[in-house]
């Protein structure tokens, strides 16, 4: 189960570190092509969004890894699933319905991570 949640905890953090480093340091504009949301949001919330899902991609990570606060890890997790909680219902008010299915995807793997690392499989 370890070396499942490690596979797990890699790919949700390349996912959340690609898509937050696009959201923290593409143009607006460019963003607007596939993300109809920035629309409706400020340069500074799109940015802290990206960082928000960088920081906690790297949460999923360096703290199991270097075995410093190892903690953070399963609260990187948490967190990252509230994120995705608040991403699904930003698109649920603007009628993005697929997108959902993508937050809810992301959102479930990342509260299993964190439920496990909490629980009988912390570290």
């Known amino acids: 189960m370890n070396i499942f ?3 797990l905890a890699g790919v949700l953090a390349a996912v959340f570190l ?8 593409q143009p607006m504009a460019k963003l607007a092509e596939d993300m109809s949301f920035v629309n409706d949001a400020s340069e500074a919330q799109v940015r802290a969004i990206g960082v928000v899902e960088i920081l906690g991609a ?3 990570i360096l703290p199991a890894a270097t075995g410093v606060a190892v903690v953070l890890t399963p609260l990187a997790a948490a967190g990252l699933a509230i994120t995705m909680v608040g991403a699904a219902v930003v698109h649920a ?3 993005e319905f697929p997108n959902i299915a993508v937050n809810v995807v992301l959102g479930g793997l990342a509260l ?5 690392r909490f629980g009988p499989y912390s570290f």
């Open 58 to 60: 790297l949460g999923l």
């Open 112 to 116: 299993l991570v964190a439920i496990l």
């Open 93 to 95: 008010r603007r009628k």
């Open 18 to 25: 690609l898509a937050g480093a696009r959201k923290a340091t």
């Open 5 to 7: 949640l490690w596979v």
